[in-house]
Nanobody, 115 residues
Framework: QVQLVESGGGSVQPGGSLRLACVAS????????LSWFRQAAGKEREYVAS???????QYKDSVRGRFTISRDNAKSTVYLQMISLKPEDTAVYYC?????????WGQGTQVTVSS
């Protein structure tokens, strides 16, 4: 069955960096549109970044220039490199895959930015 497993979250100080990874299985990864979302405590889940099958990346305004999304089709993995992290980046981060019209989500990984 389809499975998405995120990893790489943790606690960092403001200005720090983290790289999230999401390993996928159960579908044709190279044909899927991939995204990262996040959900802070008490808030709705929000879009962070996405990457098309052709490698075109898009970003939420507040993370552009600090976050980089990438994909490795050979490893069925999508990454989110995050630098210059801010306290407002604190959230559970989820990866999402859209494949033949269906959406699939991972279980999430916690990112906490605090001094």
């Amino acid at each position: 069955q389809v499975q998405l497993v995120e990893s790489g979250g943790g606690s960092v100080q403001p200005g720090g960096s983290l790289r999230l990874a999401c390993v996928a299985s159960g579908f044709t990864f190279s044909s899927s549109h991939l995204s990262w979302f996040r959900q802070a405590a008490g808030k709705e889940r929000e879009y962070v970044a996405s990457i098309s099958t052709g490698g075109t990346a898009q970003y939420k305004d507040s993370v552009r220039g600090r976050f980089t999304i990438s994909r490795d089709n050979a490893k069925s993995t999508v990454y989110l490199q995050m630098i210059s992290l801010k306290p407002e980046d604190t959230a559970v981060y989820y990866c999402k895959a859209i494949w033949i019209g269906k959406s699939y989500w991972g279980q999430g990984t916690q990112v906490t930015v605090s001094s």
